[in-house]
């Protein structure tokens, strides 16, 4: 049985986590743009593992690492096969290398592999529970296996120590995410980045510290930061276009206005990036093309759809909208805060249309300046969470990722979304109903305690909250638009909200579950719902997480009654 899935919405470093806790064996095939590889598992320990392009046998291994004669190992392989003796006796024989040596040169090329797979933020992964491992990794598998722990924090390790080099050092790394910096994009022409990300974690005690790398593997795999600069007070900008030449020439034109500039062709890499701003309580500006590529991941297609998905994620954040200068904007575009213009692609390649391009670049900039500088700190300065709320943000997130707390995943979030609403309901979804499961608050205004509340069944089809949010998969805030909202009003209590704020919680694909809030009956404004929106999209991947180990258990069980 083979289990398949998103890198982007459940990374390698919580694969390990999981086959490691629940000692699976099997082999784990991941594909992406930066390559292929495998990690063959037994009881949970790494016994083997390859990329595409690198050694996948012992052969391989010595004679392309300039350790041993090909020829000699060749010979030696053969005498093994002939005499039944074991293959290691007679290398170590013929080529002087000891078996020590060779155990050694085993567990690096496995190291390097999987350390080499971190880097893959964007791909596709698939397990298949077996117990034997096959011919072809026999010659390079370990004999007693790595712990998939300890490759997770020395793949932190490496980033915190590239963390700690020269200014400037960091140049020749990768941000394998789908971003063009300092490599290759689609195969086209490297494009130069001038610094890396400056996301410092937070410091914490030795021990706290190994904790925090087991847990927080989404955030911290692999990617490495340079040593911390000053804060600015320009706008980081994310821009999502599908031509490489247009991106080149917006970074170029554009340098200096904004704190730094990420590009991407792809638009799951984009909202990877904007995520991380986003868990650490910074607000980037985003700047999207009407040519957006379509996005393999989620099924998005259009920008339209990509507009909706970036006002999910935070509300308020500043997202721009482009569109070739020679066309009247399309329609659908009001999610945007501005639409501004891009030179067409016959302007960029002419080299006789110079005065016209730097006309382009002038009016870009322009249009551009209210979003950065001053005024974009200004903004992000009154919609990014506080920095008591970015700590209860960042105690969630370390929690949801805990796989000790798997099973507490919507009590927990019920708890956080508690603490800026006062009245707020958890309701799971199932089939055509919305059924409650759990509450805080309620009766202060009226409402049903926990007993009650666990009885109240919803039409999914009756309030306008929570059809509008099945029909965008985004959080809606406003008050009640027709008689379902009322009568779900009068169900929660005996008064009517002047706003709600109702969000999903997304998991495997589709709306789980629906949280509910109002602030009744003080009726206060209610407050700035972006980190609980953080806190929710955390939530679906742990329950993902939950789902694939339930799915991993019932393919381990299926291969059992099998054999």
């Not at 300065?381 to 105690?395: G, I």
């Not at 609403?421 to 059924?435: C, G, I, N, P, S």
């Not at 706003?499 to 206060?524: Q, T």
Request: charge should be negative.
């Amino acid at each position: 049985m083979s289990l398949v899935g998103s890198l982007e919405d459940l990374g390698l470093g919580d694969i390990l986590q999981i086959v490691s806790l629940s000692r699976k064996s099997g082999l784990l095939l991941l594909r992406s743009d930066e390559g292929d590889g495998r990690i063959v598992f037994r009881d949970g320990l790494v016994r083997a593992a390859y990329v595409k392009g690198e050694p996948e046998d012992l052969r391989g291994l010595l004679a392309a690492g300039g350790f041993a004669d090909g020829a000699a190992v060749d010979s030696a392989l053969e005498r093994a096969r002939e005499s039944g003796r074991p293959a290691d006796e007679l290398v170590s024989e013929r080529t002087g290398l000891s078996a020590e040596r060779l155990d050694s040169l085993r567990r690096e090329h496995v190291e390097r592999a999987v350390l080499t797979m971190f880097g893959w933020r964007v791909g596709e992964f698939s397990f298949e529970v077996r117990s034997e491992i096959e011919d072809r990794d026999a010659e390079l598998a370990l004999k007693a296996g790595m712990n998939a722990q300890y490759l997770l924090m020395e793949a932190t390790r490496l980033g915190d120590e590239t963390r700690g080099d020269a200014p400037g050092a960091a140049d020749d790394e990768f941000i394998l995410s789908g971003e063009v910096v300092s490599g290759e994009a689609s195969g086209a022409e490297p494009v130069p980045e001038e610094e890396q990300d400056p996301f410092p974690e937070a410091e914490s005690e030795p021990d706290e510290q190994a904790r925090h790398l087991l847990v927080q593997s989404i955030v911290s795999r692999h990617e490495p930061d340079p040593p911390s600069a000053p804060r600015t007070a320009a706008a980081p900008l994310v821009v999502i276009d599908r031509e490489l030449r247009t991106l080149e020439w917006i970074k170029q034109e554009l340098a200096g206005l904004f704190a730094r500039i990420h590009i991407f062709q792809h638009v799951e890499g984009g909202i990877a990036r904007i995520r991380q701003y986003l868990t650490r309580g910074d607000l980037p500006a985003v700047l999207v093309s009407t040519r957006v590529p379509a996005d393999t991941l989620s099924g998005g297609d259009d920008v339209e759809e990509l507009l909706r998905r970036l006002r999910a994620q935070a509300s308020r954040m500043p997202i721009l909208v482009m569109h070739d200068g020679s066309d009247e904007p399309r329609s659908g575009l009001d999610a945007a805060d501005a639409v501004v213009t891009r030179p067409s692609l016959s302007v960029l390649v002419d080299r006789r249309r110079h005065a016209e391009l730097q006309r382009a670049a002038d009016a870009l900039r322009s249009a551009l300046e209210p979003w950065t500088g001053r005024s974009a700190a200004a903004h992000q300065a009154s919609h990014t969470p506080s920095a008591p709320q970015l700590e209860r943000l960042r105690a969630i997130s370390d929690r949801l990722r805990d796989p000790a707390t798997l099973g507490d995943v919507l009590r927990l979030v019920l708890e956080f979304a508690g603490e800026s609403f006062a009245r707020v309901a958890m309701f799971m979804v199932r089939d055509h109903e919305a059924v409650g499961i759990a509450q805080r608050g309620l009766s202060e205004a009226g409402g049903p305690d926990d007993a009650g509340f666990r009885e109240l069944v919803v039409p999914l089809a009756e309030p306008a909250w929570f059809r509008r949010v099945l029909e965008s998969g985004a959080a809606q805030r406003c008050g009640p638009s027709d008689a379902g909202d009322r009568r779900l009003a009068e169900r929660l209590g005996r008064a009517l909200p002047g706003e709600a704020y109702v969000a999903p919680i997304e998991s495997g694909g589709r709306v789980a579950a629906l949280l509910y809030a109002d602030n009744l009956p003080g009726g206060s404004p209610l407050a700035d719902p972006t980190a609980l929106a953080i806190a929710l999209h955390e939530a679906g991947l742990a329950l993902d997480r939950a789902l694939l180990e339930r799915a991993l258990a019932q393919a381990e069980g299926s291969g059992d009654a099998g054999s």
